[in-house]
């Protein structure tokens, strides 16, 4: 059974720092963070392909670095000058290779708050 988990959401000041991890139960190939805000669709923040190239959303860019490591099935999510803006519960998103073939999971989420 293929597992994401997330941790490292909480409650932040605005200009503070948090840094969310997603780990795999198996080996993954292109991973991302994805956030939804109450009322909102959800958005893609970031994503890494497993050579570790990157692209962001501009709302963060210079603001969060996305990262992997491969060896751990883990990828990271480094958030610098957080803004009350980016409340959201963050989610996971990977290709997980399980039974022969990868395909697309989710994780649980995780709440990230920042409070003005």
């Known amino acids: 059974q293929v597992q994401l988990v997330e941790s490292g959401g909480g409650l932040v000041q605005a200009g503070g720092s948090l840094t969310l991890s997603c780990a795999a139960s198996?080996?993954?190939?292109?991973m991302a963070w994805y956030r939804q805000a109450p009322g909102k669709q959800r958005e893609l923040v970031a994503a890494?392909?497993?050579?570790?190239?990157?692209n962001s959303a501009d709302s963060v860019k210079g603001r969060f670095t996305i990262s992997r490591d491969n060896a751990k099935n883990t990828m990271y999510l480094q958030m610098n000058t957080l803004k009350p803006e980016d409340t959201a519960v963050y989610y996971c998103?990977?290709?997980?290779?399980?039974?022969?073939?990868?395909?697309?999971?989710w994780g649980q989420g995780t709440q990230v708050t920042v409070s003005s």
């Open positions: 998103n990977a290709d997980v290779y399980y039974s022969g073939t990868y395909n697309n999971y």
């Open positions: 890494i392909t497993r050579g570790g190239r990157t």
């Open positions: 198996g080996r993954t190939n292109n």
